[in-house]
């Protein structure tokens, strides 16, 4: 067969520097459109009480993959609903179990909370497998190489031992985390290569530690002003409904303001870091440039949003936030990008990625 | 009439892909890529993936070979009624706006409770006594410390309580009166689904001179039990849980705000009307012990003294979870005239 990759957009339009071209990531969905496609699916997803809701995830993940667009192609997410179905049914089974257990016998629930501890590793790589494979581009699908044991170290040893360090181990242990999360991304034959550096997680734990102490202290010595010029503190009826109508809205805003722009802070700097440092051997380099004070307005927005429409503006902030992601996200591709060759055989049930979603325990590729 | 679909043609097993055409004739559908026909298909035996407003169809060969059209509005075959049809249907996407904040009202506050709370009827004995013992020996090594409070009144107490079990026709092997210290709990009383009561130093302290509102509070906590409250808590947040994880299961955000201040709303809600119940359950053996209700306001008003005085937080844990002390009171007091009418 003598087929040659002729896409439209592979014509000089990029600029080409050797072999390689940066490559946009371009993000195509709409508020409007997604709004109708989310609320429906709810109302459906309670009148048929839950089950459609394996229907509306396929359908969901088909909109956000399917307007996500490089180099002209299109991302493609191919799970069935059965599929999520039953792995649904199964996770919300363990999670039922899991909650009446805990709640109703205490000690026998922390035997099952051990359980819980052996199955979790196992969990995050089901979820993490499962996502991967359902997720094509240029019908070729990914996937993920990750052990039970890499897995258990990552995910159940590590935090330990950060833990037991006094957090001083913890951005060696995210780092390493990351690592074995990333590094076991595969893209048909290809194996996704990153070169994360721990240094770049103690700069980054250092400014958020910094900006903690700052943003916090200057929260208290103002909410201290406060509650003193109200002179609630000189009598003994410091009445508690006053409080949280003067000082204590300053201090949720406070908060608010300040959770965004550390947790902006952090996922912009670590997402940049390891995207900067990851490639598809002679296929693709990625670049990313998330910049924090515009994500944390982004956060803090999507958020207030979210909570004043009672939910409702949850599709929209869905789509700004799929939008911002992609446009600081571009590639560096080699001109070989058609030479990938997929070596996925099937994959039955969603169960893992569904009790990982449940638990809590999702481990989402930035 | 043939309809020409442009869009890219993907290779099986390959990240291969042509720009190509598909032509529809009928039933039949031909492929076509570098200005020539490459094969043709049954309708049939094609499968049409992603139809979403929005996102271009994608057609998938037996093969693994997949096509990936170009224009959005473009689908090989439309069938009424199609979820995609709905998603984009006005009126559909209005009465969702009404429907569904109204539905997950109905259940989440009405549907869930009532189902957790009639299923509780139906768990066996052991469930309870299992439930009561493991929480007891939780709370006893993380929040109580061993009492203070002399033998000899914790022995008269114990003795009362006995002798008013037995009035009551309840059963005192079931209601064992424990005494302890807690820093923890401050002055407060409390019974777990087994049976098993607990008095605090404090309490005893706080109600040293009145037998009568100490009894108030600890029939109020049996109503907890005789009510099976307890259960009916767990029952209902682990069902309205699995609710939102079958319906929200995937959306994050907003499934977790909802489930944070919904569940802990419902959760107050719930709570308050417990307290109601276990107010009046003291109430109703109280009159029947030939006591009055105002035994039970007097312990009410104990405690806003005791947070009148000292503005003690320690204090605010007993009343943060009981409805309006002074309402309370009221009813206590009133009550004597609403069971004589």
Redesign the interface.
Known sequence: ?D??????MEQPSAPQTNSTRTVAVEF???GG?F???W?????????T??IY?A???V??N??FY??TVID???F?Y?ATPMQILKG?LL??AL??CY??VT???????MAFVLVMVFLFPWLINQGLRFNLRMSS????RFSFAGTYGEAFMCFIVLPFVGAITLYLAMPWVLSKIDEYIYSNVRY?DKQLKVDIKTGEYYITALIVVALSFVGFGLLAIVMGTMVAGSGALSG???I?EDFFNGAGLFIVVGYIVLGSLISALYKARIRNHILNNSEFEQLTKFKSNVEVMPFAMLILT?LLA??FS???A?PW??IRQARFMADATQLEMDAN??????TMEEQKASFGE?AA??FDVDVSLG | MSRLIEGTYYFPKSSQAVDAQLHVNGDMVSLHYQGQCRNSYHLASLTQHITIAGVPMEVGFADGAKFSAQDPLVRLSSPRNSLESFEQNKSLIIASVVLVPALLWFVMMVLMPRLAQSSVAYLPDIVSQQMGKQAFEIIKRTMLEPSVTEEAQQQQLKRQWQDTLIALDLSPEKYTLHVYGSEFFGPNAFALPDGTVVITDDLITQLDDNSDAALAVLLHEIGHVEHQHSLSMVAQSVSSAVAFAMIFGDIEGIGEILLGTGSTLIQSKFSRNMEREADDYALAKLEQLGKSGDAFAQAMQSFLDLKGKHGDSQLLKYLASHPDTQERIDKAKNYRVKVKQ
């Open positions: 067969m087929v040659t990759d002729s896409n439209q195509s969905g709409k459109e709004f109708g496609i609320i429906v699916n709810v109302l459906l997803s309670i009148v009480l839950g809701s229907w509306a995830k359908r969901t088909q909109y399917g307007n002209g192609h299109r493609a191919l649904r996770a919300v999670f039922a909650t009446l709640g109703l016998f205490p000690i026998a629930g581009y240029r019908n070729v048909g003994e009826a410091m508690l999507n979210v909570l009672f939910g409702l949850f902030t869905a990008a058609a030479a990938v060759i997929d569904e979603e449940i």
